[in-house]
């Protein structure tokens, strides 16, 4: 069964460091999301990208944060300085259609 | 603002038993939602989904119900077994595919 990919599954960073977290989304899918969710709390919305743009992003999303589907193959979220509280598992999502997709594994960000 | 909640955050139930997570939404205009399954270290897992001009839709030993009159999502699992414990959410679908989910329940299946 075909899977979103995420790569690393964990990472660590100084606070102030630029992270790249790197997803790899099913073959023919067509509209790539991120969302994250903290310890201990709900799943939250980050941004949605179809067609080579975004196509929604919530409050979260802030300057930041960049998304970036650099070839074929690969989804990234940039988070350009980071901090304490982006401490967070954040999943990468996939889809063929206008719905709800597939997730991946996560990479859990820890900010130090 | 609009949510979408949940009303139980640990429910333990007996393995065989019939297992009932429930949610609370708010935003009337919510036209589709989606039941997730989130074991630990894992991302969301799809598990069922209903539009609003619906009110029942069953699939492989689980059923979700929705009643628009009081706002309120449910999630049946039948026969629950050992591998069904997990966070259980629900989620709104917004624009675009992109998701508000609800707070989770646990679901914890007794031997």
């Known amino acids: 069964e075909p899977e979103v990919t995420q790569t690393p599954s964990h990472q660590v960073t100084q606070m102030g460091q630029e992270v790249i977290l790197r997803c790899v989304p099913i073959s023919n899918h067509l509209y790539f999301y991120w969302y994250r969710q903290i310890l201990g709390q709900k799943v939250e919305f980050l941004v949605s990208f179809y067609n080579n743009e975004i196509s929604e992003k919530s409050e979260i999303f802030d300057d930041q944060f960049s998304v970036e589907r650099p070839d074929g193959s690969n989804f990234t979220l940039k988070i350009r300085s980071t901090k304490l509280e982006d401490s967070a598992m954040y999943f990468c999502a996939s889809s063929l259609f206008d719905r709800p997709g597939v997730f991946g594994s996560g990479t859990q960000l820890s900010v130090l | 603002g609009e949510s979408v909640g949940l009303h139980l955050p640990t429910l333990s139930v007996q393995e065989g038993d019939n297992s009932i997570i429930n949610c609370a939404y708010s935003?009337?205009?919510?036209?589709?939602f989606i039941w997730y399954k989130q074991e630990s270290g894992k991302g969301p897992q799809f598990i069922i989904d209903i539009r609003s001009n619906m009110d029942k839709r069953q699939g492989q030993r689980v059923t979700v119900l929705l009643n628009k009159t009081v706002k309120h999502l449910s999630l049946q699992i039948a026969a629950t077994q050992p591998g069904d414990s997990a966070v259980y959410f629900c989620?709104?679908?917004?624009?675009?595919?992109?998701?508000?989910f609800g707070s989770g329940t646990r679901l914890q299946v007794q031997p």
């Open positions: 935003n009337s205009a919510s036209d589709y």
């Open positions: 989620a709104e679908k917004m624009l675009r595919g992109a998701l508000t």
